[in-house]
């Protein structure tokens, strides 16, 4: 596992490629590691560990939230001060190692394993 600096953007790429990523959200005042597994033009699909998160059943997923809710959800994790500051990280697109993702206004730390 690799911790990089992304954003919705670049965390959807990488979700497109199948590959799982963990995101840090805030839930209910705690934080809350989770992986998002999918999304479509109105949901982010998580599994989500804790049975009281979960609003799902028989999918792949266990979890949905609006783009919005979710942007919410993580941004708060990272206004509280939770999530460590990596100074100088790049998030590489996993369907052409070369190709760099930055976005300097608003990042999260993305784990995925490569």
């Not at 979960?54 to 783009?67: A, H, I, L, S």
């Not at 993580?74 to 590489?92: F, L, P």
Request: charged share 30%; glycine share 6%; hydrophobic share 30%.
């Amino acid at each position: 596992m690799e911790v990089f600096k992304g954003d919705i953007k670049s965390l959807k790429e990488i979700v497109s490629h199948n590959i799982p990523v963990i995101v840090l959200i805030n839930c209910e005042g705690g934080w809350h590691y989770v992986p998002v597994v999918g999304f479509d033009k109105k949901y982010i699909y998580l599994q989500d560990s804790v049975p009281k998160f979960r609003n799902v059943t028989g999918q792949k997923y266990n979890r949905k939230e609006t783009y919005k809710k979710f942007e919410k959800l993580w941004n708060k994790a990272v206004e509280d001060g939770v999530q460590k500051k990596t100074a100088g990280k790049t998030m590489t697109d996993p369907s052409s190692r070369d190709m760099k993702v930055e976005n300097k206004a608003s990042t999260h730390d993305l784990l995925y394993k490569k």
